[in-house]
């Protein structure tokens, strides 16, 4: 299977030029090396209704392309119960009961890090087991023996991260995102995945797991995220932040991507031109604020926004 880079969007609403300008860098760094250039719709959870084609419309637009067909994550169940099953065999699962409410309320395990499943569920007795399962469904965790993991990054350098007893299947049986993006990468031959950077924290997690099924550990950079103007990650209530409303506004698609390569250094027009002089070298170590579009309105707001994606 030959080498392959990414783009992975959640359909859960338009793609803002955060996004996009994810997009454009995961398509340079793939386009640069030589890699296929692949794209695979996360849709185990947050799907809304016309999301995937309306972001496909918008990467087409500023000249993102890729090859062969979309993968939908939910056509690919098999192959993240095979994972599972190959994990249990090795005796590396555990079923976990636990609420949301009851993680929080638990007392920590002394010297885990903030953050990590307390362990409450990791071992319980049969019949405790039996019993608990009456009550609720079980979600199933990893039984990890590290604490940490570290991994290289293009643009971080070395990164050490939590690894904790992180969920595999949910409780309402949908596959968690890092079980799933750790086998759709290897199954894909993905050996090269960028990434916004707030995914970095989430990235020890997924290497230790693919070490564990076997899988090889991509290569990784995670690229810096847009903000807006009170230094919170570029959301929807921004103003005119989606191709949407900034045509509406005024500004096309071309307008926008040559503001985004602009902000990474980049020569404007067709991205041939870009990825004739892209070196992951000189790209911006630092986040973007976004400006707005000359003559659109950026809009006012900003709670910043809490909660992290998908982990
Ligand atoms: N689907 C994730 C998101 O849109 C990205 C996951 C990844 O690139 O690994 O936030």
């Known amino acids: 299977m030959t080498s392959a880079g990414r783009f992975a969007p959640s359909p859960s609403g338009e793609l803002h030029v955060g996004n996009l300008r994810t997009a454009i860098l995961a398509w340079l760094f793939a386009r640069s090396t030589g890699r296929r250039f692949l794209m695979r719709v996360e849709d185990l959870d947050r799907a809304r209704a016309g999301a995937e084609a309306e972001q496909l419309r918008g990467l087409t637009a500023i000249g993102v392309d890729w090859d062969g067909g979309v993968v939908r994550q939910t056509d690919r169940g098999q192959l993240y119960t095979a994972a599972i099953t190959q994990l249990t065999a090795a005796g590396l699962t555990y079923e976990c009961f636990c609420t949301r409410r009851e993680i929080q309320e638990a007392p920590s395990a002394p010297h885990a890090p903030q953050g990590a499943y307390p362990g409450t569920c990791r071992n319980l007795s049969n019949a405790e087991r039996e019993a608990k399962r009456a009550v609720r469904p079980a979600a199933i965790r990893l039984r990890a023996d590290v604490a940490e993991a570290t991994v290289r990054d293009v643009l971080h350098g070395s990164y050490t991260g939590v690894v904790d007893d992180f969920v595999l299947r ?130 006012t707001s900003a709670r910043p926004r809490t909660g992290s994606r998908g982990a």
């Open 170 to 299: 949910r409780n309402d049986g949908v596959t968690a995102y890092n079980l799933a993006v750790v086998v759709d990468d290897a199954a894909q031959g993905i050996d090269q995945v960028v990434r916004g950077d707030d995914l970095l924290p989430s990235t020890p997690r997924q290497a230790y797991l693919a070490a564990l099924l076997n899988m090889p550990v991509p290569e990784y950079a995670h690229v810096p995220l847009v903000l807006n103007a009170d230094g919170a990650r570029l959301a929807k209530r921004d103003g005119a932040v989606t191709l949407t409303d900034l045509a509406l506004a005024g500004v096309n698609a071309d307008a926008v991507r040559d503001a985004l390569l602009a902000s990474v250094g980049l020569p404007a027009g067709h991205l041939e031109h870009a990825l004739a002089v892209f070196d992951p070298a000189n790209l911006p170590r630092e986040p973007w604020v976004w400006p707005g579009m000359p003559g659109v309105h950026p809009g």
